[in-house]
């Protein structure tokens, strides 16, 4: 059967279109400096959002009106498994991401668990193999269950780690199953209430022990993805041990992981963070630790993690730019780890929202890529730092200047002058790449 009877398979037809089921500016196959957009972007669609998810709020129930749900919660997974590759299918979407309780329900106990992720996984990969579709990345869930209150890796409790171990062993094996080219961790409740009964440097050694551990098997398995952190603040931790890209990087440098992890950054997660979504880009880039990015925005009127499907062309537009930067995100790719808002409930409003997120990216993509081939940021760094080309900063930066010597420089010339940076201005410039 088919979910979406009203919607032919979507295709690039321009800005002037009328049509709402189309691309105005995503065209997979246009070629941005050098390659295909669609090469750039490697869009992947979220499971858990795009199937799971109902609609409802802390305030509100369920709204979303979902035509997949069966008699039982395996048959409602397998209908949910056929929905989700025509949605990919009908968005032209290469590649997809999952959590574990997302394709499959947990049953009773963990060995059900298992034996359900088997057979859907089974069926996933029927799908992938008719429809070239590919996994982008997947991961366990080791936050919802009660079980993990005070963590997964970071708990207290034993037998508690022991189920995440395995959950993430039995990822590694779907992961080897269908080809995936990330795995990531996703520490939802990796972090602590108080330190008046939590010692911090076990809670973290513990969780570095799980990532050696999952690169080990990796290697036993002769299947080793590019493993991912995905840094998120607070929410529901107070104090989250993954709070952003920085302290992400500090944990990874600690405990010797910088040759096995990478970064998993979220635009809403940067927000909560109290940062742009290229300044987190910016860090992982200037530690070589860039591998895949989730693309979703979020409301700052709102004090949580909304989720929102990206349309603000200026934020993607630098963030884009961060990627070309760093050469492009392959093997990673951009995951719409995005919800519709409450009020699109209809089913064909998923694909109306992958649709308004392919093209503010596809617009950022070339906005960024106009800004690239003009030098524009190139220049304004040039200007900025003129000052440590020549002369006695030119020394500093190749390390001929000490401090009795800088004191000597320092006493012996005028006071500094000082230019303005003419932000504003730059600002203003900035705008005309905004297409």
């Given at each position: 059967m088919t979910y979406f009877p009203n919607v032919e398979k979507i295709k690039y037809e321009g800005s002037n279109t009328t049509n709402q089921f189309a691309f105005r500016h995503y065209n997979s196959e246009e070629i941005v400096l050098g390659k295909p957009m669609k090469e750039h972007l490697r869009f992947a669609i979220a499971y858990w959002h795009t199937m799971t998810q109902d609609?409802?709020?802390?305030?509100?129930?369920?709204?979303?009106?979902?035509?997949?749900?069966?008699?039982?919660?395996?048959?409602?997974?397998?209908?949910?498994?056929?929905?989700?590759?025509?949605?990919?299918?009908?968005?032209?979407?290469?590649?997809?991401?999952?959590?574990?309780?997302?394709?499959?329900?947990?049953?009773?106990?963990?060995?059900?668990?298992?034996?359900?992720?088997?057979?859907?996984?089974?069926?996933?990969?029927?799908?992938?193999d008719q429809t070239g579709v590919k996994l982008l990345w997947n991961t366990a869930n080791m936050f919802s269950n009660a079980?993990?209150?005070?963590?997964?890796a970071s708990t207290n409790n034993a037998e508690v780690y022991a189920i995440a171990a395995a959950q993430v062993k039995k990822g590694l094996d779907i992961s080897k199953k269908l080809g995936g080219q990330n795995y990531v961790f996703w520490g939802g409740r990796e972090g602590y209430e108080t330190l008046l009964n939590t010692n911090m440097s076990f809670e973290q050694e513990n969780i570095a022990r799980l990532f050696k551990m999952a690169v080990a098997y990796g290697e036993k398995i002769s299947h080793k993805p590019q493993f991912l952190i995905e840094p998120k603040p607070k929410e529901p931790a107070k104090h989250q041990y993954d709070f952003d890209a920085a302290t992400t990087m500090a944990f990874i440098q600690k405990y010797g992981l910088e040759g096995d992890l990478k970064?998993?950054?979220?635009?809403?997660?940067?927000?909560?963070?109290?940062?742009?979504?290229?300044?987190?880009?910016?860090?992982?880039?200037?530690y070589d630790a860039l591998g895949s990015l989730d693309a979703n925005q979020g409301d700052v009127l709102l004090g949580w993690d909304t989720d929102e499907f990206p349309t603000n062309i200026y934020d993607v537009t630098l963030a884009m730019?961060?990627?070309?930067?760093?050469?492009?995100?392959?093997?990673?790719g951009i995951n719409f780890d995005s919800?519709?808002?409450?009020?699109?409930f209809e089913v064909d409003d998923l694909l109306l929202a992958?649709?308004?997120?392919?093209?503010?990216?596809?617009?950022?993509?070339?906005?960024?890529?106009?800004?690239?081939?003009?030098?524009?940021?190139?220049?304004?760094?040039?200007?900025?730092?003129?000052?440590?080309e020549k002369g006695i900063g030119k020394k500093i930066v190749e390390n001929q200047e000490n401090l009795e010597s800088l004191t000597e420089y320092a006493l012996s010339h005028d006071e500094p002058t000082m230019t303005s940076s003419h932000i504003e201005y730059i600002k203003n410039l900035l705008n005309d790449y905004l297409v």
């Open positions: 609609g409802s709020d802390p305030f509100g129930n369920p709204i979303n009106q979902r035509p997949w749900f069966g008699k039982t919660p395996m048959e409602t997974a397998r209908n949910r498994v056929e929905a989700f590759f025509e949605i990919c299918e009908k968005l032209g979407a290469e590649y997809f991401c999952f959590h574990d309780v997302d394709i499959a329900p947990e049953g009773e106990s963990l060995a059900e668990f298992f034996a359900n992720l088997d057979e859907i996984t089974d069926l996933i990969k029927e799908k992938m079980r993990f209150v005070n963590g997964a970064l998993n950054l979220e635009a809403n997660h940067a927000t909560l963070a109290g940062h742009t979504f290229e300044h987190e880009i910016a860090v992982a880039r200037s730019y961060e990627v070309l930067e760093n050469g492009g995100i392959a093997p990673g919800k519709v808002r409450r009020s699109s992958h649709i308004a997120g392919m093209d503010t990216f596809a617009r950022g993509l070339k906005s960024a890529a106009k800004l690239k081939e003009d030098g524009f940021f190139d220049r304004l760094k040039e200007e900025r730092y003129a000052s440590f």
